[in-house]
């Protein structure tokens, strides 16, 4: 299973931060935000990670190189400037992620998700992971009955930025397109084919300055 990480967001709410730096490369715990996933998909078996970027690009690649300094192979997919939003940037990398399934992640959140868990959902077509809302987000996303993805209803949870999804489920957009992605997510809580899971543990949408400063030193002193 390949992994996608998604790198090409502008970080408006991170400004003057993203300005010289693209989000994923801001520090936390003494290393940038997207090493803390490429650390944990090398640990989980993961070899093959495909990134997307738009702004500042060019730095992120200079950063990561070819993966190998984690055991990885990391292919790029540049976006244009203001990037193609997920649904878009993921239909656009399909060439590099191949014919079956693969694990998506936010590059700009940080979490302790057992990756591993993920390789053996060969079968998904599309399956989010779920936490508890955060302060900033109290209102959640959706609902989960058992394991099936619900629009919001009584008891709501948050979309992590992390999911595993078939090449079919973006089959109807166009490579170069500009599409969010919850358009596809609702047709499939429509259709019953969305499957979801709820995670426990750490995570962190490193959204604001303040955010990243506390998420810093969190793991600093960890």
């Keep these: 299973m390949k992994a996608f990480i998604l790198a090409a967001g502008r970080g408006e709410r991170m400004r003057p931060l993203t300005d010289h730096t693209p989000k994923p490369l801001l ?4 290393k940038p935000l997207i090493a803390w996933h490429l650390e944990r998909l090398a640990a989980a078996g993961f070899r093959d990670i495909v990134i ?6 060019s730095l992120i690649e200079q950063t990561l190189g070819d993966g190998s300094q984690w055991g990885l192979r990391i292919q790029y997919s540049p976006e244009p400037p203001g990037a193609l939003e997920t649904a878009g940037g993921i239909a656009t990398a399909l060439p590099l992620l191949g014919d079956e399934p693969f694990l998506v992640v936010n590059g700009d959140v940080y979490c302790d998700v057992d990756f591993g868990r993920f390789l053996g959902l060969t079968a998904a077509f599309a399956h989010l992971v779920m936490v508890e809302n955060p302060a900033h987000h109290t209102g959640g996303d959706f609902s989960l009955d058992g394991q099936r993805v619900i629009y919001a209803n009584g008891v709501t949870v948050t979309y992590a930025g992390i999911g595993v999804f078939s090449p079919s489920f973006f ?3 166009q490579p170069g397109t500009v599409m969010k992605l919850r358009p596809l997510l609702d047709a499939a809580i429509a259709a019953g084919t969305l499957t979801g ?3 426990a543990g750490r995570w962190v949408d490193v959204g604001t300055p303040q955010r990243l400063a506390e998420l810093d030193q969190e793991l600093k002193t960890a």
């Excluded at 997307?52 to 690009?57: E, I, R, S, T």
């Design 27 to 30: 520090i936390a715990g003494g």
């Design 52 to 57: 997307n970027h738009a702004h500042l690009g």
């Design 171 to 173: 089959a109807g957009v």
């Design 197 to 199: 899971e709820r995670f």
